[in-house]
């Protein structure tokens, strides 16, 4: 069965076809140099190690799981090696500070290839996928010092990183957490509590793991006002760096999941470990959200992973499977059936893939732009217009990929049929391994009353007009173009719905505050297929563009016309089912008593 090789041909086109990332990288500073043929070369090496070193051990990672004894994690074969290599190569260091031993590209490029690094075997990502968060969070609240003993060995890839949030009796709600923290006489904590679900908590990748966790000061007032973060290293750290004694820090288990069986998923027991305050006191939260910003853009890969994994998974099979007879007549004259891929239902299938993969790519694309902008902008102005828009995109990306991905996984199984069903083709790992996205850093519920209530109702609709001015203007700029008209007519007046759906959500609630959780994921799945009919409208005009001159690649055009086609005559009407949802209102939700259920 063919393994995974990287969409490189997409991803150069959505950087700088559809989204002109060469004009953005030299209106940055510190990026001018980095152009369309240093980010190919980079994709394509990367590809290289993805393809040929992740990829063959994502079915390992599966069948062999994670090892846990005494406290220790053994990695499946092949992980501690592939790692070696990765930081050999220098790849953890790309997109960090060079003042701290990274190389200063671009965020946005640290981004796409976590796409890649993901759909190669997500299981192996998220161990140097997580240190990423811990970086940023350091580097952002830490002190000097800190920022001096931890932020090297991160970058370059020698430690890990993690966040522990989670317990066993609160999982969202944090403000229930019970880890405490102790003034040491040193200016050190004491930190006591257990935290679950920890994600690459233990290993044996990298010699110290650098943990970020949230717990409460004897003196903290309840409630999410009294967390405070702590940096804990499994090993502590001396104030030149070099390694001290092991910490009061254990895995007391791992889980037994349902997928991505070669991440260690942690029970960790602090008792006593000794940690330093990241950040000011009782501000943990909101220095944790650092953190867990980076790790929801990188749960939303997770959503393009899964699909771009299926997809290639199940179009390879399609056009190799023979099965029955084209109704139209054989396509295949000179064998026993005709492949699946004649048939309208297997199109059906592998084309909802397409559009949701490539449509989702565009809005990851698309995020990554603000990312740099908020990096290395000086326009303040600018800076706080990416800002808005990154916190409004957050949200749909996280939520809205990992659901699509789910189903985009779930198809291509189907297209395997009973095939699909057994381990030997990775389908069926795929769909394991995909569920947990819509779980990861807020489940979709959550995702969704974040997005209506404090990014759209909280911001009095500015942030959603931000977006949807955009797609305004760029619906008036080519409303001419008769070759278009398909795209920028439905654009147009859905973009418009968009408003009118948010006003009678904003309405009904302040009426009753459960209208506007009520029509929560039914209104961000709306905006999730919304955005995507932007973005696809873009592309169309994109191709139409290049079909229009002369190009040696025109049927990789075409396909992207086609594809835009299929997805609004297909997939964009679920955005009707959505609105007639939401308009629905709460009672058909709140009516039945508890206890008649």
Same mark, same amino acid.
């Given at each position: ?373 908020? *990096?290395? +902008? ?10 808005? /828009?990154? @916190?409004?995109? !957050?949200?749909? #990306? ?112 302040? *009426?009753? +505050? ?10 961000? /799945?709306? @905006?999730?297929? !919304?955005?995507? #009919? ?64």
């Amino acid at each position: 069965m063919n393994e995974y090789k990287a969409p490189v041909r997409d991803l150069q086109f959505d950087l700088f076809e559809l989204f002109d990332y060469e004009t953005h990288y030299q209106s940055l500073a510190g990026y001018e140099e980095v152009n369309a043929e240093i980010v190919g070369t980079i994709l394509n090496e990367f590809d290289k190690f993805c393809s040929n070193i992740l990829s063959p051990l994502n079915a390992t990672g599966d069948e062999e799981g994670c090892v846990w004894k005494d406290g220790e994690v053994s990695t499946p074969d092949g992980f501690k090696e592939a790692y070696s290599q990765y930081v050999e190569a220098g790849w953890p260091a790309l997109a960090n500070d060079p003042s701290y031993g990274g190389q200063g590209l671009p965020e946005s490029l640290s981004i796409i290839l976590g796409e890649m690094r993901g759909t190669a075997n997500w299981s192996w990502g998220m161990y140097p996928g997580l240190s990423h968060g811990a970086v940023n969070t350091i580097k952002l609240h830490g002190t000097d010092s800190q920022k001096k003993r931890f932020l090297m060995p991160l970058i370059e890839g020698t430690w890990t990183g993690t966040m522990c949030l989670t317990e066993a009796h609160c999982g969202t709600d944090l403000g229930l957490l019970r880890t405490k923290a102790e003034l040491n006489a040193d200016g050190s904590y004491r930190i006591t509590g257990t935290k679950i679900f920890i994600s690459s908590g233990e290993h044996d990748l990298t010699e110290n793991i650098v943990h970020i966790v949230l717990a409460r000061l004897p003196d903290a007032p309840m409630g999410v006002k009294g967390i405070s973060l702590f940096i804990i290293p499994k090993f502590n750290v001396n104030e030149d760096g070099s390694m001290g004694e092991r910490n009061a820090v254990r895995c007391g288990s791992i889980e037994h999941k349902m997928g991505i069986h070669g991440n260690a998923t942690c029970v960790m027991n602090f008792d006593g470990a000794q940690g330093y305050l990241l950040g000011a006191p009782n501000q943990g939260l909101q220095a944790m959200f650092t953190f867990m910003n980076t790790a929801r853009i990188g749960t939303a890969l997770q959503g393009i992973a899964h699909m771009e994994l299926g997809y290639q998974k199940s179009l390879a099979y399609a056009k190799d499977r023979l099965q029955m007879r084209s109704v139209t007549g054989p396509k295949n004259p000179d064998g026993p059936a005709d492949p699946i891929i004649v048939h309208p239902d297997v199109r059906r299938m592998l084309l909802t893939q397409k559009a949701l993969s490539e449509g989702g790519r565009m809005m990851i694309v698309y995020t990554g732009k603000l990312v740099d902008v908020i *990096e290395r +902008a000086t326009d303040e102005s600018e800076v706080k217009l990416a800002e808005d /828009m990154l @916190s409004f995109m !957050t949200p749909i #990306a996280k939520a809205f990929l990992t659901e699509t991905g789910f189903e985009s996984a779930n198809l291509a199984l189907q297209c395997f049929g009973g095939h699909g069903y057994i381990k030997e083709w990775g389908v069926e790992q795929n769909v394991r391994d995909a569920r947990i996205g819509m779980l990861y850093e807020g489940t979709t519920g959550i995702q969704a009353l974040d997005f209506i209530g404090r990014k759209v109702l909280g911001s009095g609709g500015v942030l959603l007009q931000n977006f949807t001015r955009e797609v305004h203007q760029f619906c008036k700029e080519h409303a001419g173009v008769a070759a278009l008209e398909e795209f920028i007519e439905p654009l147009q007046s859905l973009n418009k719905k968009w408003g009118e759906v948010t006003l009678h959500i904003g309405t009904k609630a302040m *009426e009753n +505050a459960d209208e506007a959780g009520a029509a929560s994921v039914d209104y961000l /799945m709306f @905006s999730g297929y !919304t955005c995507l #009919a932007y973005f696809w409208a873009k592309a169309a005009l994109t191709a139409h563009m290049a079909l229009s001159s002369e190009t040696t690649e025109s049927e990789f055009y075409k396909a992207k016309l086609v594809t835009a086609r299929f997805y609004y005559q297909r997939i964009l009407p679920r955005t009707r089912t959505c609105e007639a949802a939401i308009l629905s209102g709460a009672d058909n939700l709140m009516a039945l008593p508890v206890d008649a259920f």
